[in-house]
């Protein structure tokens, strides 16, 4: 019997609760929902409410005046630099509101809207408020807002009137409805003189000129035969049927491109006529341009070159036509058709092919900028055939001036050893070559003085071969070291070289050398 009692205690206290809440719930929602801002809609003034820059809250009005700014930046920038047109000191008296707590300010006489603004600070928030002097507070038009509103409208108006390229907007008839100040001065130098302005304007380019798509296309005004204008066409649609059109100048675009197009036409004519052939890449490796000689070196079809193919298939065609050097591995030729693109690539590829038929090519690789490269095939065949030869008439004449019993020694027209032979060397006891071209006649008559009797002989050697213009070949004698006879003589060549001979006579015989120079003899020409 007790349980009973106690069941039914407890669900009558929770049937009781559950009454209670339901009736809370049904009075709460009569209630009307709390305000979600401080300002209602009510309040006529326009006030902000900052806790440092960020917005904290603000009336109606001052919602109307931040949403009409367009200056870029949060809601105190825009403000302060919207404000500052009218007051001035306005971002300097803002500074010092903590310690003064509460400011006044009024614009400058000639604002086109007296305004009056009062900053307050209560408990580290900043209290804004704007009114117009003169003026209480009331419903109706916020001159604020409007005023911010219609200085937007005055900037684009100017903006608009001062560009320098052609605005205007046509109906569904095509006819002109508006027009910007640049498009109706050029419309009315297309009048010409004497002829007063219209309106409509009159059309400076055709419908059919103006692009539907939204993309650009070039046109030209002639406004006469020496005021030629160049324009960028763009069209976008305006309202049911209409259009709104922009010209751009493209005066200095044309001119560029025509710059541009007569220097390549320059180029290609220069490239044409180069004995050079030349071999343009793109950094992906395709064939761009190649000029006339390039066909003629390389013999390559112009039809293969013209589908632009990659430089692996030029160097390939090249080999098949036994234009490459033959390797004797193909796969270590691959490998280096890839490291010469990449040595020419950095700049550093320059290699000469000796091609099976006997030609010759330089091969120089040059990069260029955005990843491009340029080969250039040069036909150095007779170049390297005349050096060839240079080479062997050098050998020839060492190899005939060694055959020969006088030691001989020539020198430059500028004094300097440039040749000797094998008897030199045997007779004053030292070897030259690695310093020839390079040894002054002092240092070479040094090592004779040591090695042969004191005398003038030397002097007289030296004064003949700093003598210019015509000389006499002549011929003297003096004695080595040891006491033999050294028979001397010195002979002009062409040029201005001098060639110096000694010779030891067969019969001479070694005994001690004289200090005297009395057994020198100077004859005449030998």
């Known amino acids: 019997m007790d349980l009973f009692i106690a069941i039914a205690i407890v669900l009558t206290a929770l049937l009781t609760a559950m009454a209670a809440l339901s009736f809370h719930a049904a009075v709460e929602s009569r209630r009307p929902p709390p305000p979600t801002r401080i300002f209602s809609d009510d309040d006529p003034g326009t006030v902000f409410l900052f806790d440092g820059e960020r917005l904290v809250d603000s009336s109606p009005r001052a919602r109307a005046l931040l949403s009409s700014l367009q200056l870029g930046g949060g809601p105190w920038p825009q403000l302060v630099r919207h404000l500052s047109r009218l007051f001035p000191e306005l971002e300097a008296q803002l500074a010092t509101l903590g310690e003064r707590g509460a400011l006044c300010l009024v614009s400058a006489p000639d604002a086109a809207t007296p305004t009056v603004l009062r900053a307050e600070d209560r408990g580290g928030l900043i209290r804004l408020e704007l009114t117009e002097a003169g003026r209480e507070r009331g419903r109706g038009t916020d001159p604020f807002t409007l005023h911010a509103l219609m200085e937007e409208i005055a900037e684009m108006r100017q903006l608009v009137a001062e560009m320098p390229g052609l605005a205007w907007r046509t109906d569904a008839r095509g006819e002109i409805t508006w027009c910007n100040g640049a498009y109706m001065a050029a419309a009315t130098a297309l009048l010409g003189d004497g002829n007063a302005p219209s309106w409509p304007p009159l059309r400076l380019f055709d419908a059919a000129a103006l692009p539907a798509d939204g993309s650009h296309q ?30 751009t100048p493209a005066d200095a675009l044309v001119r560029a491109e025509t710059t541009l197009r007569e220097f390549m036409q320059t180029l290609t004519k220069t490239f ?132 020969m019993e006088e030691a001989v020694a020539v020198f430059s027209p500028e004094g300097h050893l440039v040749m000797t032979n094998r008897a030199y060397g045997l007779l004053w006891g030292h070897d030259p070559a690695e310093g020839i071209g390079a040894v002054p006649f002092r240092r070479v008559a040094a090592q004779w003085r040591s090695m042969t009797a004191p005398g003038p002989l030397w002097h007289q050697v030296e004064d003949f071969l700093s003598t210019f213009g015509d000389r006499q070949g002549w011929a003297a004698s003096t004695r080595l070291a040891d006491g033999r006879e050294l028979i001397c003589r010195f002979v002009p060549l062409a040029g201005g070289a001098t060639l110096s001979a000694f010779r030891i006579p067969s019969n001479a015989i070694a005994k001690p050398a004289r200090k005297s120079a009395g057994g020198q003899q100077r004859a005449g020409n030998p």
């Open 272 to 403: 044409a006529q180069l004995p050079i052939g030349l071999a343009i890449f793109d950094h992906h490796r395709k064939l761009q341009l190649f000029n006339p000689a390039m066909l003629d070196l390389t013999g390559l079809a112009p039809d293969f070159l013209m589908l632009k193919p990659s430089l692996i298939s030029v160097l390939d065609a090249l080999r098949d036509r036994r234009m490459l050097p033959e390797p004797k591995d193909y796969h270590v030729w691959r490998r280096e058709l890839v490291n010469m693109e990449r040595a020419a690539s950095e700049g550093l590829y320059q290699e000469t092919w000796n091609l099976p038929d006997g030609q010759v090519f330089r091969v120089t690789g040059q990069p260029h900028p955005d990843g491009a490269l340029a080969l250039m095939f040069e036909d150095v065949s007779s170049e390297i055939l005349r050096t060839r030869r240079y080479r062997a008439d050098l050998e020839l004449g060492q190899s005939v001036i060694d055959s």
């Open 218 to 247: 070039r046109a030209r005004l002639v406004i006469s035969p020496r005021d030629i204008r160049w324009y960028d066409l763009m069209a976008g649609p305006d309202g049911p049927g209409g259009q709104l059109c922009f010209a």
